[in-house]
């Protein structure tokens, strides 16, 4: 399995904010559309940063309530690892668990095409498992 089918399931959309805007904006996206990350966009497409809840815990512990009002920027993880659409899902599975990231923009062709984020990937291998198990069973029983 790769990368492009959980696309096809979940969908392309990303949620992007730009690096000049505030923490707290950054935040009020996060909620409003639900996700963990949002992919940061800036003069040089296709992005130029990563910025997750993560980041905003870290500043919280940090520099306090004041971090609300930085820019993005100044939290923002700058060395984003990305994928391709043609990523298979055991090596994107291994590439999260190695570098301890949850959150992982596609990028085909210098287009941001889409995200996938930890629970895309275990959601991915659950309905694997299950359809193995399915056909198991089907085997089994058909003896």
Known sequence: ??????LTHK?????????????????????ERGVGALVVTGPTPPLVGIFSERDVVRAL???????????????????????????????????MTDQRIRHVPVVDDGVLVGMISIGDVVKCRVDELEHEKRELLDYVSAR
Do not use: F, N, Y
């Open 11 to 31: 969908g392309r959309e990303v949620a992007t904010v730009s690096k000049e805007r505030t923490v707290s904006d950054g935040l009020r996206l996060l909620r």
């Open 61 to 95: 512990a940090l520099d306090g309530a004041g971090a609300l009002d930085a820019p993005i920027a100044d939290l923002m993880s700058t060395s984003v690892t990305t994928c391709t659409e043609a990523t298979t899902v055991d090596s994107l599975m291994a590439m």
């Open 1 to 6: 399995m790769q990368v492009r089918d959980i």
